[in-house]
């Protein structure tokens, strides 16, 4: 009898600046899950270079990959797919990835599953809780910033995107200008304990036309410009903290616009993902207010929240028996999520 080729699936992660790789089980057990992040190659540049992630993740996916199989105590001959990302990311890298996913599933003579990245971070909650579509999905990582309602594995309702920077981005840009070093997110948040929010008043961008769009770029250059005025250490972890709080509105704000546009659309949950969801300060916060609209909530544990293998692979999972499987599938720059499933090559 042929097998399901979503029982026992290995997914494999390269669209940013982690190398990942895992295995994950129908019944949502996690065998395993490697993550190689690249944080020493691109700290001295102070942000990602495409170019030099590209060529750590060649150097690192056959290591990151193998481990995985070896951590899961799963024989080859038991995995039913493979699941690559094949976009949206930095082409080098998600080249890499799905290269070698696609050779992997042809050495183990089992189908490939063509991962959308988003889609992986929008359906990673499954995983992990019994969340029933549709619900309501805030996404915040460093490539995206978007609210989208996920009313199926492959139909995606967009109602809000960020008109410049994403989220991520400008944790990343603020913790540069601040000299906290890169990957930025963690950075801001762990000062940000040892600061006063209020002392710097920033703006709350885009927070009083009813809108769900996003802006982050004058928040940053707001933060840019105030750091100006920083004398000392303090003055700085001051001004982190005053930004996360912006940010904490801003994304306060704009889940209270989602959710009141989604009243009428039975929702079942309000979900948050991607590597800002990370954020004790934003996941309290979002909690906080879906509490008052009676819906449940819920985020990803915090390490399945930033890039990994198992969001892929658990997308693989939910997608195993869709158009998606086909080797041709070609990697590709942008991919956005769409209403009418996920449109295949
Ligand atoms: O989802 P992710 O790992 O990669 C993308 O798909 O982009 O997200 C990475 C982003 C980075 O911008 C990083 O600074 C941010 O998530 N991030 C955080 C935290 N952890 C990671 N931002 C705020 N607080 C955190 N604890
Ligand atoms: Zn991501």
Redesign the pocket.
Known sequence: MKRNPGNIVLGIESS?D?TAAAVVTKEKLILSNVVYSQIREHEHFGGVVPEIAARAHLEKIDLVVNKALKDSKVDRSKITAVAGTCGPGLIGGVIVGATFAKAMAMALDVPFIAVN?IAA?ALSVRLTEKVDFPYLLMLM????CQLCVVHAVDDFEVIGKTLDDSV??A??KVAKLLNWGY????A??KMSTAGDNTVFPLPRPLCHKGSCDFSFAGLKTAVRIASEKCRTEQDRINLGASFQQAVVDVLSYKMTQALEIGKGQHLTAAVIS???A??QSVRMALQRVCHRYGLPFYAPPVVL???NGAMIAWTGIEMANNPLCDFRFAPRPRWPLTRRGISPC
Do not use: M
């Open positions: 940013c982690e990245h971070h990582s460093g490539g995206h991520g981005e944790f990343d990957p930025g997110g963690p801001v948040e991607g590597g800002v990370a954020n929240c930033t890039d």
